[in-house]
C-alpha cells in the first residue's frame, strides 16, 4: 500500500475472509479468476553452481510452465521455491504473496497476457485476508517487470 500510496496510484483495498485458492477467493472478492495476478517464487537453475530466484507473475487461471520460466530467465531449470526460501524472499506466505519483488535477489518476470485481458488486476496484499484492485497499466508502469511469455495456452 505504501508503494501505491508513494506512487499516486490509486487502487481499491479489499478486506475480506482468509483464501489461499485462486478460484475462492476470485469469488469471495467478486472478480473474474482471471484478474488475479498470481505470484510463484521460482527457483532456477543456472549453472551447476548458480541458482537465480524468480517471482513470476500471470493470470491466476493459467499454469506456469517451469521450463518457460528457466527459457525467460536464462537458466536450464526451474522448480518452485520451497515454503521457507519463498517466505524469505517476499516475507509472505505462499497464497499471500503480492505481484511485486522487494527484494534484490527476487526478479520480477510476468506474462504479457496479464496486460491483455483486463483494465483491473487484482492480487493479495501480502495477507490471504486481504486484496488490492489497480489498473493494470499502473501496475505494469510501477513494477517495470521482465516480461516473457510462460503460461500454457
Same mark, same amino acid.
Given at each position: 500500500q505504501t508503494l501505491l500510496t508513494d506512487h499516486? %496510484?490509486?487502487?481499491r483495498l479489499l478486506r475480506h475472509e482468509p483464501a489461499g485458492k485462486s478460484e475462492e477467493v $476470485? +469469488? =469471495?472478492r467478486g472478480t473474474a479468476v482471471s484478474q488475479g495476478? *498470481?505470484? +510463484?517464487v521460482c527457483r532456477v537453475? %543456472?549453472?551447476?553452481?548458480?541458482? *537465480?530466484?524468480? +517471482?513470476?507473475v500471470f493470470p491466476a487461471d493459467k499454469q506456469a510452465d517451469l521450463a518457460a =520460466? $528457466?527459457?525467460?530467465?536464462?537458466?536450464k531449470k526451474a522448480s518452485l521455491a520451497s515454503q521457507d526460501l519463498a517466505r524469505e524472499l517476499t516475507g509472505c506466505e505462499i497464497g499471500a504473496i503480492p505481484p511485486f519483488s522487494f527484494n534484490e535477489e527476487l526478479s520480477l518476470l510476468v506474462d504479457p497476457s496479464l496486460r491483455e485481458r483486463h483494465d483491473e488486476i487484482v492480487f493479495n496484499a501480502g495477507? +490471504?485476508?486481504?486484496?488490492i484492485v489497480m489498473r493494470t497499466e499502473d501496475y505494469f508502469r510501477l513494477a517495470q517487470p521482465a516480461q516473457a511469455a510462460f503460461v500454457h495456452a
Amino acid at each position: 500500500q505504501t508503494l501505491l500510496t508513494d506512487h499516486q %496510484i490509486s487502487y481499491r483495498l479489499l478486506r475480506h475472509e482468509p483464501a489461499g485458492k485462486s478460484e475462492e477467493v $476470485a +469469488l =469471495i472478492r467478486g472478480t473474474a479468476v482471471s484478474q488475479g495476478a *498470481k505470484a +510463484l517464487v521460482c527457483r532456477v537453475k %543456472i549453472t551447476s553452481n548458480q541458482r *537465480k530466484n524468480v +517471482l513470476a507473475v500471470f493470470p491466476a487461471d493459467k499454469q506456469a510452465d517451469l521450463a518457460a =520460466i $528457466a527459457l525467460a530467465a536464462g537458466g536450464k531449470k526451474a522448480s518452485l521455491a520451497s515454503q521457507d526460501l519463498a517466505r524469505e524472499l517476499t516475507g509472505c506466505e505462499i497464497g499471500a504473496i503480492p505481484p511485486f519483488s522487494f527484494n534484490e535477489e527476487l526478479s520480477l518476470l510476468v506474462d504479457p497476457s496479464l496486460r491483455e485481458r483486463h483494465d483491473e488486476i487484482v492480487f493479495n496484499a501480502g495477507r +490471504l485476508d486481504a486484496s488490492i484492485v489497480m489498473r493494470t497499466e499502473d501496475y505494469f508502469r510501477l513494477a517495470q517487470p521482465a516480461q516473457a511469455a510462460f503460461v500454457h495456452a
